[in-house]
């Protein structure tokens, strides 16, 4: 049973992965430039509509409902905006590079909340982040912008922090709900946040997009965001906290590849094989005893 629910975790948090390799080149080739903080209300947006008919509101307490708001404002609002202005700063493979201390912020993170710290997890989440500096297209040159590099890893932490507290709220819902019944809850939150910060920032003023942009709108609104995020927090409600650390870092060589073949980026496939591998020994390493 335990490796049933384990491989469709796996399988959730890969297809999310799938999904998302392919919106650092898009963000970078087609949304550079554009507001920040317009794009991610977009895309958030879109993704509320997309799950608002799943909602079950009748079968939510005040109180769970709140928590999943709360999440949703910090995991996809503030990820997103300063995810999104990282772009300005860093170029697409830039921005995949400099994820690899999310695994560190997941297993960190819950090991606070838990007031206990395994030392195989964070060494796993370790590899994690070993595994993907493995997997570099060059050498990030002294040009990268210090900002930029920041920007990310709020968006990160941020990122991290709603994952653990995600699986942790659900975990204590006992299967009373399913993850499509309050999902729209999350991207409530996230639109909100994404929205005080449009009007904080002046943002509504742009408007303005063109039909290409409108399009990979429609696209990372739905598809990444919506259906991404959604394969995301199910698998990692499923699988331990230390895969969990270290899935998060599944999605650059995921990345790497699709800047390959649809962005014609230049990368070392060798380096980008060997990092795959370090981080399966990291997800062997979580899995073996359990966590």
Not at 23 to 51: C, E, N, P, Q, Y
Not at 137 to 152: E, K, S
Not at 206 to 216: E, G, H, K, L, P
Request: proline letters at 2%; a positive charge; one cysteine or more.
């Amino acid at each position: 049973m335990r490796s049933k629910s384990f491989t469709s975790g796996i399988a959730s948090l890969l297809g999310a992965s799938l999904l998302w390799a392919f919106s650092f080149g898009l963000i970078a080739t087609h949304l550079k430039g554009v507001d920040a903080v317009m794009v991610a209300w977009i895309r958030l947006t879109l993704s509320l509509l997309l799950f608002l008919p799943l909602l079950r509101v009748r079968q939510l307490s005040w109180r769970l409902s709140l928590q999943l708001l709360g999440i949703g404002a910090v995991q996809y609002g503030l990820m997103y905006v300063a995810y999104i202005e990282s772009f300005r700063y860093l170029k697409g493979h830039e921005v995949a590079l400099f994820t690899i201390f999310t695994p560190l912020y997941v297993a960190l993170i819950h090991a606070i909340g838990k007031r206990m710290l395994q030392r195989r997890v964070i060494l796993a989440a370790l590899l994690a982040v070993l595994g993907a500096a493995v997997i570099r297209f060059q050498q990030p040159g002294g040009d990268v912008a210090l900002r930029g590099i920041l920007l990310l890893q709020l968006a990160n932490v941020a990122f991290a922090f709603g994952q653990v507290a995600y699986r942790r709220v659900m975990q204590q819902s006992a299967g009373r709900v399913r993850d499509e019944d309050v999902f729209a809850i999350l991207f409530g939150g996230g639109m909100l946040f994404a929205a005080a910060a449009c009007t904080a920032t002046g943002g509504w003023s742009q408007v303005s997009f063109s039909a290409t942009q409108i399009r990979v709108l429609l696209y990372l609104g739905l598809v990444p965001s919506g259906i991404g995020f959604f394969l995301w927090n199910r698998g990692a409600r499923i699988v331990n906290h230390g895969t969990l650390a270290v899935m998060n870092n599944i999605k650059i060589p995921l990345a790497v590849f699709a800047t390959i073949v649809c962005f014609h980026e230049e990368a070392d496939l060798v380096r980008l094989l060997a990092g795959g591998v370090v981080m399966l020994i990291g997800v062997w390493m979580c899995e073996r005893k359990g966590a």
